[in-house]
């Protein structure tokens, strides 16, 4: 490889991910920030801080006294018709679950992005993990979708933040962009005059004319029109399973229907969420996948490994939930051994992601308390061959 | 016209002689008062029996909120609207004594804040709805489901907590009172946090275990040392207008983000960089290692190059070890960890004991480049270990950005005129004097 001089871009800048959460949500629209500090997240609710009010945003940007409050701020914030994030770790997370099932259930947006590391709020403060993966997905009551964006890098926490707002705005459901403390604190070069700076589409509006019934949808696969707390239009909006016109009913067909739809509104966008990294070799017997920082270093182990002439496929994962079942099934085709890297101890996503296996060997290359090196899945890939 | 605020002639879903129906019937009344249009009243109810009332409300939003959490879904709803919206939203928050006690957080952080929230707060003394439990609230020697033996806690006076916290509004008045209406209504009319705590009869459950009547209410109070009444009626400047007033100021004063000086325009030097250089910097938190690593980043990336850095500390960021992991390379970093490292710098003894317990030591080949401060003990590695009096040529807070420049002098790797570059840029002012050290340094080693 030649070496490189002369501009590459017109704007790099040595940033960090979590830093470029904040922008991304900024670019995305956000006008309002709840926060609480906490190792490795508090970069981004500094940013927002200190950026959100100025008076190319407008936005506002509160510290919260709780991750309780933080979450239901922004929510009440989305109510009243304003894009809304907050951020966290894990620890912090948890505390921010109940209100989270809150904001499905009313079908309000809003944005949380989870800076993953180890343990509760005595643990590791300062070491990345990937255990939070299942727990930012089976954390409702009732088995929903929660969709879930990992970046692997300062980019993609800007794009994937994007993507957060986009498709929470779209479908009016929480959404997590979930990131890692590597990820996130990791300073990085990046051309930031090459980003998508559109702010995303607002939440489809109620058109005004006739009544305003709230959890009216149009079709069970779209979210009701949206009206803001405050607006003209009176909005009744509720946590309890409830009917049409947001009225608490029990085990009734309408209720129900509205219970489901909950669910079938993001798993009807399945597919046009999924994003993936893929690059497919012919002949490829086993397929390498992963996401966020370990995703890193799967790729410089498959590329090792394609040098020292194994034909490996690789998969990165950008959007872990919904599954993208199928690029997975896609990229697994003609594959004996699926091999999933990730930062936990048992393999979290590989065992959501095993039904879409099949009889194929699954390989889990796994590690806590210490980033996965490439040399750990070049010897699970050696192993295997 | 407006429509009228509650339901009219709705039957109540309470039991006979609930509280909750005449407080229900005082906010209505206080509402009607007030004329204010529905449009701009959001009525925030909790969980419990208390939350049973937005279906009995016509005209405002309704929100049903989850548990003790009402007062924060509020907070945020009043913020917004004061500052990114029309500030005309006023949010009512309807909380028993069971959600107050759980949410006592977002009603002291509204009270904090002087959102612009009015919280009723139907103090019952026991949870209702899911069978008569004592509260923090409930009466000494009360009887409740979970005290059959009496309550032996003294009650929660919520009133002077909030009172403790700010807050420009409380009162504490008792269903029968013929001005309960009115104090509501004054409370909504308040500009900024105002809370009104009513203490009522659960006929549910309160009154057939305990000897207790609406006239008994008084002595309850007064048993539990209840002030009555009106207690603050003051003003305060509201959080969204301070925080207007302020962002405004700040924002006088130029977006870091935006800043043109932050930003590297264009590639302004050449580095014959083939492979990617993975470096370890080690020395003392505050000494200036992580800003030596930067430098060193920032440098390559003037060179047109591609760099991550990690930093180190330990927990309490101040005092101990720092370390930094640099990786430069000509193409995209997949691993941003260090496998074998390239280079390892030490420039204290503090970075050494941390390099040799996480393992960096260990990971040193002999095509390891190793620079280390002449005092700095290092235990026997399979390369040679190159000695520079960093600390005591450049000053402790120099020393690690001297073992940078003295990497780039070795190896070349890049020109030192783009450290320089960067070190203009980052401290104009002390640059020049800075680089002299360094250059006079590097010409006697």
């Known amino acids: 490889m030649a070496p490189r001089s002369g501009p590459i871009g017109d704007c790099r800048e040595l940033v960090s991910g979590n830093r470029m959460v904040a922008r991304g949500a900024m670019a995305a629209g956000c006008r309002f920030f709840s926060g609480y500090p906490i190792t490795p997240s508090s970069e981004i609710y500094q940013t927002m801080m200190e950026e959100l009010p100025r008076p190319e945003h407008a936005g506002l940007a509160l510290a919260a006294p709780d991750e309780i409050s933080a979450l239901a701020c922004c929510v009440g914030a989305s109510m009243a018709g304003h894009k809304a994030m907050t951020a966290t770790s894990g620890p912090g997370w948890c505390l921010m679950i109940e209100t989270l099932q809150y904001a499905l259930m009313t079908e309000t947006p809003v944005v949380i992005a989870v800076v993953q590391r180890l343990g509760p709020s005595t643990g590791g403060a300062t070491q990345g993990a990937q255990g939070d993966v299942l727990l930012t997905q089976f954390c409702t009551s009732g088995g929903y979708t929660i969709p879930v964006f990992a970046p692997s890098n300062a980019r993609e926490c800007f794009e994937l933040t994007r993507s957060a707002f986009a498709w929470s705005e779209r479908l009016r459901t929480p959404v997590v962009l979930l990131s890692d403390k590597e990820v996130g604190m990791t300073l990085e070069s990046v051309d930031t005059a090459a980003l998508e700076r559109r702010p995303v589409p607002e939440r489809a509006a109620f058109s005004g004319t006739g009544r305003y019934v709230p959890y009216a949808c149009d079709g069970m696969e779209e979210p009701p029109p949206f009206a803001p707390v405050g607006g003209n239009a009176k909005v009744v909006a509720t946590g309890s399973a409830h009917d049409r016109e947001g009225k608490l009913r029990k085990n009734s067909p309408e209720v129900i229907e509205l219970l489901v739809h909950l669910q079938t509104k993001i798993a009807a966008h399945a597919e046009e969420m999924a994003l993936v990294e893929m690059d497919l070799q012919e002949g490829a017997d086993t397929l390498v996948v992963s996401y966020g920082t370990t995703a890193r270093a799967a790729r410089e182990a498959v590329n090792r490994r394609r040098a020292a002439e194994q034909r490996v496929s690789f998969l990165k994962l950008m959007t872990l939930f919904p599954v993208a079942s199928a690029a997975i099934t896609h990229a697994a085709e003609g594959c004996r051994r699926v091999v999933v890297a990730e930062e936990n101890l048992t393999g979290l996503y590989a065992s959501a992601m095993q039904p879409l296996v099949g009889n194929r060997e699954l390989l889990r290359v796994n590690g806590i308390g210490n980033q996965i090196s490439p040399a750990r899945i070049v010897e699970a890939l050696e192993r295997a061959q | 016209m407006t429509a009228p605020f509650l339901v009219k002639d709705a039957p109540l879903p309470y039991c006979k002689g609930c509280g ?135 009650p929660l006076d919520l009133a002077r907590v909030l009172l403790a916290s700010r807050a420009t509004f409380v009162a504490r008045k008792i269903t029968s009172d013929r001005d309960l209406a009115g ?48 207690m603050r009626e003051e003003s305060r400047p509201m959080f969204g207008e301070a925080y207007r007033t302020r962002s405004r100021e700040s924002g006088a ?75 430069l390379s000509p193409e995209d970093i997949l691993f941003t960890g260090i496998e074998e490292p390239d280079a390892v710098l030490v420039v204290s003894g503090d970075g050494a004991k941390e390099l040799e317990k996480s393992g960096v030591l260990a990971r040193v080949t002999k095509a390891t480049l190793v620079l280390a401060d002449t005092g700095v003990p290092l235990p026997e590695l399979p390369c040679t270990i190159q000695r520079f009096p960093f600390r005591g040529a450049a000053g402790p807070r120099s020393a690690a950005l001297a073992g940078v420049a003295q990497w780039l002098d070795l190896t070349a790797a890049l020109p030192k005129d783009a450290l320089w570059a960067a070190l203009e840029a980052r401290f104009p002012g002390e640059a020049e004097n800075t680089k002299a050290g360094l250059e006079k340094m590097l010409g006697t080693a």
């Open chain 2, 183 to 230: 104090v509501i209504a004054r409370a909504i009319a308040h500009p900024g946090f105002a809370v009104v705590e009513v203490l009522e009869l659960c006929t549910g459950f309160a009154t057939k275990w305990n000897p207790l009547t609406g006239a008994q209410l008084k002595q309850v109070a007064a048993d539990a040392g209840y002030e009555l009444g009106v």
């Open chain 2, 20 to 154: 909750h129906g005449l407080v229900l019937r005082a906010i209505g009344e206080a509402l009607e008062s007030l004329r204010l249009p529905p449009a701009e009243v959001a009525m925030v109810t909790d969980i419990g029996c208390v939350g049973l009332a937005d279906a009995l409300f016509a005209s405002p939003h309704t929100v049903h909120t989850t548990h003790g959490r009402s007062t924060a879904f509020a907070t945020g709803m009043a913020l917004a609207e004061s500052v990114l919206g029309a500030g005309r939203l006023k949010p009512i928050v309807m909380i028993g004594d069971g959600g107050a006690m759980i949410g006592i957080n977002h009603l002291v952080n509204a009270a904090l804040l002087n959102a612009d929230v009015t919280v009723v707060v139907h103090n019952n003394f026991l949870f209702g709805m899911t069978g008569g439990q004592n509260s923090a609230f409930s009466p000494e020697e009360f009887i409740t489901a979970t005290t059959p033996a009496g309550n032996a806690v003294p």
């Open chain 2, 253 to 327: 004063s130029g977006s870091a983000e935006t800043a043109a000086a932050e930003r590297d325009r264009t590639a302004r030097y050449t580095a014959e960089m083939r492979t990617a250089q993975r470096l370890v910097l080690a020395g003392t938190a505050g000494e200036r290692v992580q800003t030596a690593a930067t430098l060193l980043a920032q440098a390559a990336m003037l060179c047109g190059l591609e760099v991550t850095q990690k930093n180190d500390y330990p927990v309490t960021q101040g005092t101990g070890f720092s370390v930094s992991e640099v990786i």
